[in-house]
């Protein structure tokens, strides 16, 4: 997520190794698949919908149940970790306070042996957690390697009047992260034999999603008059009375997102990238150069695929939307705030399409190492600015920026609190405010990899991510991952990744 600067005088005051299950190949099927069937309430702001996920177990696991996270019930008014803070609470809430959540109404389990094998004895599922956000799903027996289980999950989800990632804007219904998505799975060794599952509450600095590769195959209910961007490629368009149905697939990917509104206008083009041809898309509101925007993802495009490797999906969407941030991004699909300025919606458009690489293909656990597709994010579009000059934004101006924004954070934080924590390898909850985890995660991000380029050379940097992309493509990245990919071009970084993780390194 593209996290835009605020005075700092305002906010101031206020481990995981890969998970195995992911696609082991881009053309092979992912080991989690979601079928979704969605219908928008647009008077009572409600998403209802069933979804039926199947799970194979690719790992020596045994399992005796399944986790998904409930991130919609951060909304709910009395959460205990609110998707928002304090200090954005104003920005975000247009409206006034406003609530949602999610209610989960019905499931039941399935396995390969018998897709109907329910137990009507026994309760099959609970809503737990720290903060009503984990759905725990107990299966009718373990599921060993190599099988198979279905989960059929129905729920409804109320949007709040928001600016955010799930909600209605002011301009458009921002459906992210809206619907139960499986825990990831913590490991033991290499084998995964514990079966256990990744939980982490919603923080409202940064993102705190961590999930593995899936297959998506959504079905969309709408009013008509609506337009929807989405991760995935439309397959059927179909009208019935008032309401449109929307089919979309996406494949190998760890989330699926939405973008609605009656005001959105489209554009889009088309990108050649290697021997596929990439429908790229548009939808916006305000945007006074919507066709200069469309160009810049274009252009990104490109140049990330030219630099790392090529762009795994077939589309790629842009949605201009109420949003108190910059940016969001999700798999084949970014939310752009449409109260950015030119400048500002150049670089967004830029930064939240390098997580197309670093998240929406490799992914890594951003709960615990927000640095890792945030530094890596803010690096790839200050290269992407270095090489196109006609933006005015060089690269070494934004390194500038990014030291002078982690100085002053540095120094604010010392002379307030004593001391300045400058670890980066800290989970979510223990940044102090929105600021230093724009300070640790984005600044002290870009300042590592332009530092470690100085060092070892661009070329070196870039063949190193290069291999990265390639290695752990589909999976979750570790850092030790990204250590590796670095060892593996030449060059041992291990000691220079470990002082600025842990905060001793000087910068």
Not at 159 to 185: M, Q, W
Not at 380 to 404: V, W
Not at 444 to 453: D, H, N, P, R, T
């Amino acid at each position: 997520m593209k996290k835009l600067r605020v005075l700092c005088s305002i906010l101031f005051v206020f481990f995981f190794a890969p998970w195995h299950v992911s696609c082991k190949k881009a053309e092979q099927s992912a080991a989690i698949a979601y079928s979704l069937d969605l219908e928008y309430d647009e008077k009572n702001r409600v998403l209802s919908g069933t979804e039926t996920v199947a799970f194979e177990n690719r790992t020596a696991a045994v399992f005796d149940s399944l986790k998904f996270n409930l991130y919609p019930n951060a909304f709910r008014e009395d959460a205990a970790y609110r998707a928002v803070s304090a200090q954005n609470e104003e920005r975000a809430f247009y409206a006034g306070k406003s609530y949602g959540g999610i209610e989960v109404t019905n499931v039941t389990v399935g396995n390969a042996k018998n897709e109907n094998n329910v137990l009507p004895d026994r309760k099959t599922w609970e809503i737990e957690g720290e903060d009503c956000n984990i759905l725990r799903v107990t299966l009718n027996e373990p599921l060993c390697e190599n099988e198979s289980v279905s989960v059929k999950i129905s729920f409804a989800a109320t949007l709040p009047l928001i600016n955010h990632r799930f909600g209605v804007s002011e301009t458009a219904v921002n459906l992210g992260n809206f619907f139960p998505i499986l825990c990831g799975v913590t490991s033991v060794g290499d084998r995964n034999e514990d079966g256990t599952f990744y939980e982490n509450v919603y923080y409202s600095d940064g993102d705190p999603f961590v999930s593995d590769c899936a297959d998506f195959f959504v079905a969309f209910t709408f009013p008509e008059r609506f337009r929807a961007a989405s991760s995935g490629e439309e397959t059927e368009r179909t009208s019935s009375g008032e309401k449109r149905t929307c089919r979309y697939r996406l494949k190998n990917a760890r989330d699926f997102a939405l973008c609605l509104s009656e005001a959105f206008h489209e554009t889009e083009t088309t990108v050649r990238i290697g021997k596929n041809d990439v429908a790229v898309k548009y939808y916006y509101v305000k945007d006074p150069l919507p066709q200069k925007t469309l160009e810049t993802a274009e252009k990104a495009l490109r140049y990330y695929s030219e630099a790392y490797g090529e762009y795994p999906y077939t589309t790629y969407s842009l949605a201009e939307t109420g949003f108190f941030q910059g940016g969001m991004e999700y798999p084949a699909l970014c939310f752009i705030s449409d109260s950015l300025t030119e400048s500002e919606r150049d670089y967004v458009v830029a930064h939240e399409t390098a997580h197309q690489w670093w998240y929406a293909a490799v992914g890594s656990n951003q709960a615990e190492e927000a640095w890792q597709d945030e530094g890596l994010a803010e690096f790839s579009a200050a290269c992407f600015f270095g090489e196109h000059e006609e933006y005015k934004t060089t690269k070494e101006d934004l390194i500038q920026a990014a030291e002078k924004e982690y100085h002053a954070y540095y120094k604010v934080y010392s002379k307030v609190f004593g001391e300045a924590d400058t670890r980066m390898s800290r989970s979510l909850k223990d940044y102090v405010s929105d600021y230093e985890y724009r300070a640790i995660a984005y600044d002290k991000g870009l300042i590592l990899f332009s530092a470690l380029e100085k060092s070892v050379g661009k070329k070196t940097v870039h063949k190193a991510l290069k291999r990265y992309f390639a290695d752990n493509k589909y999976k979750i990245a570790a850092p030790a991952d990204l250590v590796a990919a670095f060892e593996k071009s030449g060059v041992d970084v291990s000691g220079y990744f470990a002082s600025f993780l842990d905060g001793t390194a000087i910068v």
